[in-house]
């Protein structure tokens, strides 16, 4: 029974001092690094965005019904192969705006694991990210869809007021 209990107070022990204990990542060559969109060279990439319909059709005008389909292309204008890292399971940051106001944040329709993870775009090829949501959560109206990779420094707020090659943006009606 001793012994017991003092290998439970060691490993208490021991859990209390790691518990103090953080990672921290220096600027060695092996570190992940979370990218943001500054870190590649102006013409690196090419990002388009597709609005689909409950048929899988690309389409600008939708149901107030019907779930629309986002799909957020990312292509690798250079010769050689390219890998983001990312610091959690998004892979796109988006927003929907009518006259410039916000009328939907899409990244707060999901949760995400907080866990960084590597895409690797094959030279010259398009990596593609899709996403669902309900036209019911607009109404009627005239949007604007804005679309970025979701790198460290891209955001809804980023999106709305900036634009660079990760971002792309397309239009599109709901009708009840």
């Known amino acids: 029974m001793v012994r017991y209990l003092l ?4 490993m208490l022990a021991a859990g209390v001092l790691l518990s103090g204990c953080r990672l921290e990542l220096t600027n060695k060559e ?22 689909l319909d409950s048929f899988r059709q690309p389409s600008s005008l939708f149901n ?14 250079t010769s050689r192969d390219i890998k983001i890292t990312f610091s959690s ?4 940051s988006s927003v929907v705006t009518e006259n410039d106001e916000v009328r939907l944040n899409i990244d ?3 949760v995400y694991t907080q866990a960084i993870s590597d895409v690797v ?31 460290r420094d891209i955001h809804p707020e980023f999106l709305i007021n900036n634009s660079n090659q990760f971002i792309a943006s397309a239009s599109f009606n709901v009708q009840e």
């Open 64 to 77: 107030s019904t019907e779930v629309i389909t986002l799909e957020y292309r990312l292509t690798n204008l």
């Open 30 to 51: 092996d570190d992940i690094k979370v990218n943001s969109s500054t870190d590649y060279a102006s013409g690196t990439f090419q990002a388009e965005v597709a609005l």
């Open 121 to 151: 775009i094959a030279a010259n090829q398009t990596k593609i990210f899709s996403l669902n949501f309900n036209a019911d959560l607009l109404g009627a109206g005239s949007y604007q869809l804005k679309a970025g990779a979701s790198l």
């Open 7 to 10: 290998y439970f107070t060691l």
């Open 89 to 92: 399971g998004q892979r796109m």
């Open 108 to 110: 707060a329709l999901f």
